[in-house]
Nanobody, 119 residues
């Protein structure tokens, strides 16, 4: 059974840093699409950063120059380093991946990790 296991997150003061990690378990197939979404209370889930099927790396305008993704293909994982955090970054962050299972490409979600930025 394919799962996305998230770790990291937590609380930070504005201007601080946090890291998120997402590891794909249950398969060695690498995701064709891999990334991070977030959902703040009362708001829709939005894409924060990701790698598209054509290999294009994407960052939401609000996190450019502050958030950095890194992919470890050997570990089948994706990390997100979040620097210079702002209160508006407070949200539950979800890892997202599209993985081919031999017949279909299925979309998977991590369990969600809370990130809270507050003074």
């Amino acid at each position: 059974q394919v799962q996305l296991v998230e770790s990291g997150g937590g609380s930070s003061q504005p201007g601080g840093s946090l890291n998120l990690s997402c590891v794909v378990t249950g398969t060695t197939v690498r995701p064709t699409v891999f990334g991070w979404y977030r959902q703040a209370p009362g708001q829709q889930r939005e894409r924060v950063a990701g790698i598209g099927s054509a290999g294009h790396w994407y960052y939401h305008d609000s996190v450019k120059d502050r958030f950095t993704m890194s992919r470890d293909e050997n570990k089948n994982s994706l990390s997100l380093t979040m620097d210079n955090l702002k209160s508006e970054d407070t949200a539950v962050y979800f890892c997202n991946a599209a993985i081919f299972d031999g017949r279909l490409t299925r979309v998977h979600w991590g369990q969600g990790t809370q990130v809270t930025v507050s003074s």
